[in-house]
T-cell receptor, first 111, second 115 residues
Framework: GDSVTQMEGPVTLSEEAFLTINCTYT??????LFWYVQYPGEGLQLLLK?????DKGSNKGFEATYRKETTSFHLEKGSVQVSDSAVYFC??????????FGKGTRLHILP | EPEVTQTPSHQVTQMGQEVILRCVPI?????FYWYRQILGQKVEFLVS????????KSEIFDDQFSVERPDGSNFTLKIRSTKLEDSAMYFC?????????????FGQGTRLTVV
């Protein structure tokens, strides 16, 4: 079945460090790919998305590129801030109406 | 900005009791969902709802669960007889379309603790 695998957390970085959170997927169809973020005490918010191969989604300095050949959608940010501390979820949406999530990666940014 | 709202934010209930989790989706959305997240685990799909009926449900969504849209604004998840393993964060979501590139908007969640 369809699934998403993302790197285990927690990930702890110093402020201004470079961030990569790996995400790979398995899908029977042609999915759209998403990164959702959950800040402490809040719900899930869409961070960025990409709907076809080689698309790059970007928002708030975060980027992810849809790589069909490697079935990946890694999240990157060049210089993280303390306010980026949150849980990040990679997700896919193939067809119909169900979104499939990865387990989430908790990110801690130290000042 | 429109948002999905959920109440209560935290509910504690005794095992065997019925609970109703409430959600107000975004007003012009047509597709509604419940997801749950057991502590430290992935966000799991429970059920989707469209046109006043369930359109898809997971194996988790057994006979003790039900959903309802009792009026034009609310969308509820009922758990008839709660078990300890129902303790989780429950997220409601809504979207305007089921097309694969459509964003789903999530509420802040209801943390259910079964004791």
């Amino acid at each position: 079945g369809d699934s998403v695998t993302q790197m285990e957390g927690p990930v702890t970085l110093s402020e201004e460090a470079f961030l990569t959170i790996n995400c790979t997927y398995t899908a029977t169809g042609y999915p759209s790919l998403f990164w959702y973020v959950q800040y402490p005490g809040e719900g899930l918010q869409l961070l960025l998305k990409a709907t076809k191969a080689d698309d790059k989604g970007s928002n708030k300095g975060f980027e992810a590129t849809y790589r069909k050949e490697t079935t990946s959608f890694h999240l990157e940010k060049g210089s993280v801030q303390v306010s980026d501390s949150a849980v990040y979820f990679c997700a896919l949406h193939v067809e119909g109406d169900k979104i499939i999530f990865g387990k989430g990666t908790r990110l801690h940014i130290l000042p | 900005e429109p948002e999905v709202t959920q109440t209560p934010s935290h509910q504690v209930t005794q095992m065997g009791q019925e609970v109703i989790l409430r959600c107000v989706p975004i007003s012009n959305h047509l597709y509604f969902y419940w997801y749950r997240q057991i502590l430290g685990q992935k966000v799991e799909f429970l059920v989707s709802f469209y046109n006043n009926e369930i359109s898809e449900k997971s194996e988790i969504f057994d006979d003790q669960f039900s959903v309802e849209r009792p009026d034009g604004s609310n969308f509820t998840l009922k758990i008839r007889s709660t078990k300890l393993e129902d303790s989780a964060m429950y997220f409601c979501a809504s979207s305007g379309s089921i097309r694969r590139n459509t964003e789903a908007f999530f509420g802040q969640g209801t943390r259910l603790t079964v004791v």
